[in-house]
């Protein structure tokens, strides 16, 4: 075997591919585009295999993954001409750090999405897990984490990766009829102040962060105000959200607070948490991670479940009680 020699081809292989690629995208032919992009990463990551220190293997690499989150957007929408026309425009985020067998797992929430007309941006926090996932056909965009970040900066990625008037934050352990999505949409259009709608929710004591009263999923009958949404499945209005500059803490990482976190930010900027009633047939859920009392690793370091879920809830409680000292 010659290595100067495998590498050579792969690199010429994957320039010649990938300028096919572009072409064809020009012509307005993106399912062909994507194939050939597709193509065109394999032969750039042959060449980093021979060569790691190829700066031009690397580029070629980095347009080609890039390209192929927009290739297949882009042929989506162009099969589906009524969603442009369609407000507001839903796109959902998940972040995924595993990849349980049975009936909740990141590949049923994706073949529950088959019908979902919008984006679907996935985030994982395992390497490995995207590596083997990101080219599934229900993933609009994607990104790949060289370790765990948290949920918190998963959310914030995801949501920057969207085109869309409202992010569709989802567990990867939920399950779905779509049509939930449009149903809990309704609520920004009945509270025009709503910067945050989940399925349900809790009113909390600020002081113990206990709940004093609950709105179970798909037990309540109208739009209530919640202090906290269920962190598996809600919406965020973005624009109203990105005019009062409201993000997701991520020193809340790896998870814990962070839908009480956005409550208080959204109350600070004038807006509203609400829990919007859904049909209980359409979903779905088991707990998830975060109810898992065991240590988990944060950027490659173990952390320990108890000491993060102590730390949050200060960070939080110190941000509620200087809110209500504005009020």
Known sequence: MDPAGDFNQSLAEAERVLGL?????????PAEAKELTRQGAEWAAAAIACDPQSAKAARLLSVALFNLGHISASAKAAQRPDIAARKPKIGIVIAVLDRPQGA????????????FPGEVAVVFNDPALGAALCTHPRIDK???????????????????????DIAAILNADFRLDPQILDQMAL???????????????????????EAVAQYLPGQFQSIVPVDKVTGYC?????????????TIDPRLSPYFFEELDLMVKCRKAGLGTYAMPVDPALFSHEGGISTR?????????????????ARNARLVQEKWEKQKAQD
């Open 142 to 164: 994607w990104a790949i984490l060289s370790a765990n970040a948290g949920v918190a900066r998963g959310w914030n990625i995801g949501i920057n990766l969207i085109e869309a």
């Open 293 to 309: 009392d065991r240590p988990i690793a944060l950027f490659g370091q173990i952390v320990d479940r108890a000491r993060v879920l």
């Open 21 to 29: 690629a572009d072409g064809l995208t020009r012509l307005g032919r």
């Open 234 to 246: 809600f919406l965020m209005h973005l624009d109203r959200c990105h005019q009062a500059g409201i």
């Open 104 to 115: 909740h797992g990141i590949d049923q929430l994706l073949h529950d999405l088959q019908t």
């Open 187 to 209: 609520g920004f259009v009945q509270k025009p102040d709503a910067g945050i709608i989940g399925l349900g929710g809790q009113v909390i004591d600020p002081q113990t962060l």
